[in-house]
Every structure is written in structure tokens, then in C-alpha cells.
């Protein structure tokens, strides 16, 4: 059964027309990592890009830069952007817009950027036409399936073969939850694309 999620639905594109989700890009990519940091798995990643000599974003949970602000810091000695993506990680769609304000907020207490992504990529009109106001909201064009269990760390990385293109914008996560996929396809992603000559950028 195809996995919808491979696909950005274009009615999300329509719904929020003034969001990031491809950069025009000639021979460059963009790896974002979302939910993190989590130690080991924050460190794995920042060793893979490095051999590449690779940038990329990181979407992080402020609760998760209190937790584990040794592994924050080597993010930020490394030169890669960081990204806003909530203190506790919030459902948008589950959430009243006054409270998800303030936790998308409230991050800005422990790191200022001026990227946001909502987590699960699920966001309220009124929640993100106030939050345009202060970020650059970044979506994707590339949702790796790292999460989903049902999919196989071979099937993950397919079809990350498959979809990725000049300026493509790729969701993958740093967390418990997808690490057996990340660990898999992170390196044979970078080896396959620097072999063809593709630059790894950060946002």
C-alpha cells in the first residue's frame, strides 16, 4: 500500500502558500533533523556530515536542549542552523492557538532563530499566519519515513533515492524512534548524492 506521506499533498501547499518546502538549488541538498537533540543519536548524525564536510538544519525540541545542552552546544560548534520546532512539541491542530503561541515562544528564551517548523507538520491557519510574522515557516519536499515503523530501513532509504532532487528539503529525525532507519540510510544517502557531485546546505 503506498505511503501518502512520501508525497507533500499539494492542498497543504495550497494552505500555506508562504512556506519553505523546496529551495531552488542547483546540485544541493537540505537535510533537516527534527526532534532532537538526543545524545548518541545527535552525535551519529553530526559525524556523517562531517565526513561529507556537510551543513544541515536541526528542528529542535526546547525541552530537549534543557535535557541535553553538552549535545546542543556540538550542534552549534559544528556551524549547522538551528530551527524552532516548539518546547514540548505540540499538535497544532490539537492545540488552542494562545498555547501554542507561547510554546513556540517560550523556545526563544533558550535559543532565538528565525526558522520554525510545527511539529508533525500539522499547524492552524491562524496559528501560522501569526507566526510568519517573526519566522521563516520550513516544511519539505521530502518526508524520509524514518518514523514509520511498518517501513523497513531498505524501504526508507529508497525512497529517499527516489524523491530527492536539486533543492529538495528532507525530513529526517533524530530521536530513538527512527534511529535504527537514520543509522542506515544517513550514510549510503551522503555517499550516494556526494558521489554525484551534491552539496549538503544548511537553511
Known amino acids: 500500500m503506498p505511503r501518502l506521506y512520501f508525497h507533500t499533498a499539494w492542498l497543504l501547499k495550497l494552505l500555506y502558500p508562504y512556506s519553505v518546502w523546496k529551495k531552488k538549488s542547483e546540485k544541493t541538498i537540505y537535510l533537516t533533523f527534527d526532534d532532537g537533540p538526543t545524545p548518541g543519536i545527535t552525535e551519529f548524525v553530526l559525524d556523517c556530515l562531517a565526513k561529507v564536510n556537510g551543513k544541515a538544519t536541526f528542528f529542535c525540541v526546547g525541552n530537549n536542549i534543557l535535557k541535553y545542552k553538552m549535545v546542543f552546544e556540538k550542534i552549534i560548534d559544528a556551524g549547522h542552523s538551528i530551527g524552532n520546532h516548539t518546547c514540548t512539541h505540540l499538535n497544532g491542530w490539537n ?41 521563516q515557516v520550513i516544511f519539505w519536499d521530502v518526508l524520509s519515513g524514518d518514523f514509520d515503523e511498518t517501513l523497513t530501513k531498505e524501504g526508507c532509504l529508497a525512497n529517499c533515492l527516489k524523491k530527492i532532487k536539486e533543492g529538495s528539503i528532507i525530513v529526517f529525525h533524530d530521536s530513538l524512534k527512527a534511529k535504527e532507519k537514520l543509522e542506515y540510510v544517513l550514510p549510503e544517502l551522503l555517499n550516494h548524492f556526494s558521489k554525484q557531485g551534491f552539496l549538503f546546505s544548511s537553511l
Open 95 to 135: 492545540t488552542p492557538t494562545q498555547n501554542y503561541l507561547n510554546d513556540v515562544y517560550a523556545f526563544e528564551k533558550i535559543f532565538s532563530t528565525r526558522l520554525f517548523r510545527p511539529p508533525y507538520g500539522k499547524i492552524k491557519p491562524n496559528q501560522i499566519s501569526k507566526i510568519r510574522k517573526t519566522y
